[in-house]
């Protein structure tokens, strides 16, 4: 276990020393004393959070709404800079999934969260408290992971997958980091552009556009927290400008470019999950 320093934000920070043996799947384990209005930056995969300590952390939706405990969200949570999370004592493991895989592991499409959250007893049933009694339980955090993986492996092989040409197309934009030309996707695929875009949504839980967009953005994101200027950012992400750049973060941040590179949300992915990638 590492600390996460920044600013105010102190964390403990575990990583599993092996990759999961689901691809597609990433995850880290947080123990936080005090959890104080984090803002939630989209990503592109859908967030699976185990919470199993003494405290419960909890999203604060701009509008008034409230989400607390175990949860899953789909991808691109807190666009605008809508929720922010806190919480005192919070102990979790926090899940990444790619979308590909997420509806086998969930057993409901990312498309039926609709860019919400949902209390994961509503998906899982008493298989929610359960795996959570036994985060608790477990003597470490590898053990933790161990448990989630077991549970993720299991859930996968028993749910249905995508379309082959979904996760074709999905992996396209990831690989692309969201410069894959979306009007190009239908014909790599063989699929008119109806059929393609209506798969995509209904099984992913995003259209082609907005992925690519995330995607993009995510890459974007990263660099300005790794100290890159706007300027050089927006050059070699496929922004037409900076001024697009800008446009860009603050619809899904609420934020400037240079406040968002100073993000905890952000800043603690080099440490929470190292090799850093969108999930394929």
Not at 175 to 181: E, F, N, P, Y
Request: with cysteine; charged share 20%.
């Amino acid at each position: 276990m590492q600390t996460f320093a920044h600013g105010a934000a102190l964390w403990d920070v575990a990583s599993p020393r092996r990759p999961s043996p689901v691809a597609g799947v990433t995850m880290a384990g947080f123990r936080v004393p005090d959890l104080d209005a984090l803002r939630i930056v989209p990503h592109p995969a859908v967030t699976l959070l185990l919470e199993f300590g003494e405290g419960s952390p909890v999203l604060d939706w701009a509008a008034g709404r409230q989400q607390r405990g175990s949860m899953v969200a789909g991808p691109g949570l807190g666009s605008a800079g809508a929720v922010r999370a806190r919480g005192e004592n919070v102990e979790c493991v926090q899940v990444r999934l790619s979308p590909v895989i997420a509806r086998a592991v969930l057993g409901a499409s990312p498309a039926e969260l609709d860019g919400a959250v949902v209390p994961l007893g509503d998906l899982w049933g008493r298989e929610a408290s359960r795996i959570c009694g036994q985060l608790a339980d477990a003597p470490s955090w590898q053990d933790r992971f161990a448990l989630t993986d077991a549970l993720l492996a299991r859930r996968y092989e028993a749910g249905p997958p995508v379309d082959p040409e979904v996760a074709w197309a999905w992996r396209r934009i990831v690989v692309s980091r969201g410069l894959a030309r979306v009007d190009g996707l239908a014909a790599e695929v063989g699929w008119s552009r109806k059929r393609l875009w209506s798969r995509f949504r209904s099984q992913l839980g995003l259209p082609p556009k907005r992925a690519v967009m995330l995607v993009r953005f995510d890459h974007a994101a990263h660099r300005l927290v790794a100290g890159e200027g706007a300027a050089r950012v927006a050059a070699d992400t496929g922004y037409a400008d900076q001024s697009h750049l800008h446009r860009d973060v603050m619809a899904f941040t609420g934020a400037t470019p240079a406040t968002v590179a100073g993000e905890p949300f952000l800043a603690v992915d080099d440490i929470a999950w190292p090799g850093r990638g969108t999930p394929t």
